[in-house]
Nanobody
């Protein structure tokens, strides 16, 4: 079972930036697509961004398009989420996840991910 550990969250003012990291344990990291999801207080978890196993295909939610970028470094078993121009509505717990099947396309569907990190809190003040 892979373990995913997120870091990089914190408190930032609106308009600021943060970069989240997610380190995966185990082998074959470069064979699986990865995703970032977030949960606002009292709401359901939602899709933020996804990246293919090779890193050459990405997808981001419309709410963060143009502000957030997902990337990965397979040599470091790490996936990143660069978040710029942060807004108070971006306040949430951010989770990374690994797809249950290797290779394949990016996906926004939570049902296609079977390994999840504990999450890192991002708080954006106005």
């Amino acid at each position: 079972q892979v373990q995913l550990v997120e870091s990089g969250g914190g408190l930032v003012q609106a308009g600021g930036s943060l970069r989240l990291s997610c380190v995966a344990s185990g082998r074959a990291f470069n064979m699986y697509g990865m995703g970032w999801f977030r949960r606002h207080p009292g709401k359901e978890r939602e899709f933020v961004a996804a990246i293919s196993w090779s890193g050459d295909s990405t997808d981001v939610a419309s709410a963060v398009k143009g502000r957030f970028t997902i990337s990965r470094d397979n040599a470091k078993n790490t996936v990143y989420l660069q978040m710029n121009s942060l807004k108070p509505e971006d306040t949430a717990v951010y989770h990374c996840a690994r797809k249950s099947r290797f290779a394949g396309r990016t996906s926004a569907a939570q049902s296609e991910y079977d390994s999840w990190g504990q999450g890192t809190q991002v708080t954006v003040s106005s």
